[in-house]
């Protein structure tokens, strides 16, 4: 058996062979990195739209009485806040409050939630929900009979019209709406990992490729392409989001990462609170900081050292080549007292040394 005969696929995987996509492994998945090229797909997305396979992802739903109360004493954020239709992002923590899995919850009812979990998090996330169950709770895995697809760029909204025939402004910014076609069912969020309008589409696995032909049809006119996971990673990158086993892990807290925003320390408790508590009362050691190459240069890359006076002071988490900006960027985990904003780096690549500065987030605006 080959290394990608033992790959899961995604219900679209056909239609990406059949466009000529290249085609990796991620995440234990088989997953499309690119159709043409990765500057041409990133640039379609800060331009017009791209329209990305998410279904590696995963989707449990949490229902019952009591689902609310339970997420609440789970995940970092405080689902108090979320009324129906709303969506928030949260973490998923360890007993050392490092981070399992970063996703979004989206409040589909008064007492059922759905979550958009990590591709090689879902049986991990389930477990531990499932481990931590408090009272009339029901967690189900829906990740095998559901598809994800992500339209996004300036252009998504006029493409959803098009193909759901209902103003995009009825789904507000964070939110989510149910829509019903042809006796399926329809989740759309107006959320998004690339720093434009975007939307997620959910639905049965059995629709994907009819969803997936149809916006792209719908998109042609508008400059919509198909679009991989290197552009994904490009976008995301660019307006510093994290990415699950980069940014975030078991060994790096919220805190550390610089999601303080999404930690709800005001609330009762939550799994890995007191460890962040702790923390926090100790002084964070490392912080994530974005880096900007001074110079033309060799892409950073993850895993590269990063050295501030000679001195070694952590690492990058992720790092390439800016296709917005044209030159090196990155995101390092690096030591608190080095971590200011302007301060002067080196990066490593190769035995070399490489001029950066850190900059604030996001490395990428948009122009007004």
């Keep these: 058996m080959s290394t990608t005969d033992s790959l899961r696929k995604t219900p679209l995987h056909a239609a990406h062979v059949a466009a000529g996509a290249r085609m990796v492994e991620f995440g234990g998945w088989e997953m499309p990195v690119q159709y043409t090229s990765i500057l041409q797909e990133h640039a379609a997305v800060r331009a017009a739209a791209g329209l990305f396979d998410i279904s590696h992802m995963g989707e449990l739903r949490v229902k019952g009485p009591d689902a609310a109360r339970f997420l609440n004493t789970t995940l970092t954020n405080n689902i108090d806040r979320l009324a129906k239709g709303g969506s928030q992002y949260s973490l998923l923590l360890n007993d050392q409050g490092g981070v399992v899995d970063d996703l979004f919850v989206y409040r589909i009812g008064l007492e059922e939630f759905l979550l958009v979990v990590n591709a090689a998090h879902i049986e991990e996330d389930y477990d531990l929900l499932s481990l931590l169950k408090q009272g009339d709770v029901e967690i189900r895995n829906e990740s095998d009979e559901t598809a994800a697809l992500a339209l996004q760029g300036p252009a998504s909204p006029e493409i959803l019209e098009q193909w759901i025939m209902l103003p995009f402004s009825q789904i507000g910014h964070h939110a989510i709406v149910c829509w019903s076609s042809d006796d399926a069912e329809f989740w759309i969020a107006r959320t998004g990992y690339t720093g434009e309008e975007g939307f997620e ?85 490392r912080k994530m900081v974005a880096l900007v190459a001074k110079a033309a240069g060799p892409p950073p890359r993850a895993g590269y050292s990063v050295f501030r006076e000679g001195k070694r002071v952590g690492a990058l988490t992720s790092g390439g080549l800016s296709p917005s900006l044209q030159i090196g960027i990155g995101l390092a985990l690096i030591e608190t007292p080095h971590a200011a904003i302007g301060n002067s780096v080196d990066i490593e690549i190769r035995g070399k040394y490489f001029a950066a500065e850190i900059v604030k987030k996001p490395i990428y605006r948009k122009s007004s």
């Design 201 to 285: 589409i959910l639905c049965p696995a059995s629709h994907a490729v009819d969803v997936w032909n149809r916006i792209l049809e719908l998109g042609k006119l508008h400059g919509l392409v198909p679009c991989g996971l290197g552009a994904r990673d490009t976008l995301r990158m660019e307006v510093c989001y994290p990415l699950n086993g980069h940014e975030l892990g078991p060994d790096i807290t919220p805190l550390e990462a610089g999601l303080s925003l999404f930690v709800d320390f005001a609330k009762a408790g939550f799994h890995g609170k007191t460890a962040l508590l702790a923390q926090k009362a100790a002084g964070v050691p």
